[in-house]
């Protein structure tokens, strides 16, 4: 089946740790997108990739990194500059804006700190 | 002004009945528009996109479009509990790269 796998469901980072949250897909897709939402709020983009080694900041990206080594991957780091992390990760990929550009999500990353 | 808002509920109404959620928008450039359902700790899914002004339905959903108003709606009809979910309305912004802006969503509760 098609679809956007993120790993792990839930984490939980300690002080001055850095975690990684990954986001696999295989929809093919070129754009892909890392989402932030807490609650009662909308999603807040963190960065976005339109193609392999090629990444932009988003409305939020400090305290975060990411890298994109290939078509299918899209990791997100959330480092500890970053000093509020608990919130749901979401990540998503598109298809070309001449195709609407309907997102579609993985299941999400439930981040909380310990 | 943010660029996508919606009331943030909740929206309560019986079961059958028509749900209406209604959303405004700053960016009058937009053209592409969505609506995505998110379930309690689930990650949003679409439901409906529109893109051309008037009405587009799909079973028991109708989203409606107004450019010139920059308002966009859903209504759900004869509406169930598993209807019950919070509502998010996206637009596609014109910009170098496909930035779609979420609005905060609003809550639906149908009671039975």
């Known amino acids: 089946d098609g679809g956007i796998t993120q790993s792990p469901k839930y984490l939980f980072r300690k002080e001055g740790q850095n975690v990684t949250l990954s986001c696999e897909q295989n929809?093919?897709?070129?754009?892909m997108y890392w989402y932030r939402q807490d609650p009662g709020q909308g999603l807040r983009l963190i960065y976005y990739s339109q193609i392999v080694n090629d990444f932009q900041k988003g409305d939020i990206a400090e305290g975060y990194s990411v890298s994109r080594e290939k078509k299918e991957s899209f990791p997100l780091t959330v480092t500890s500059a970053q000093k509020n992390p608990t919130a749901f990760y979401l990540c998503a990929s598109s298809v070309p804006r001449g195709f609407g550009n309907i997102q579609y999500f993985g299941a999400g990353t439930r981040l909380s700190v310990l | 002004q943010k660029e996508v808002e919606q009331n943030s509920g909740p929206l309560s109404v019986p079961e059958g009945a028509i749900a209406s959620l209604n959303c405004t928008y700053s960016d009058r450039g937009s053209q592409s528009f969505f609506w995505y359902r998110q379930y309690s700790g689930k990650s949003p899914e679409l439901i409906m996109s529109i893109y051309s002004n008037g009405d587009k339905e799909d079973g028991r959903f109708t989203a409606q479009l107004n450019k010139a108003s920059q308002y966009v709606s859903l209504l759900i009809r004869d509406s169930q509990p598993s209807d019950s979910a919070t509502y998010l309305c996206a637009l596609l912004m014109k910009t170098s790269y496909d930035k779609v802006i979420f609005g905060p969503g609003t809550s639906l509760s149908v009671i039975p």
């Open positions: 929809l093919n897709h070129d754009a």
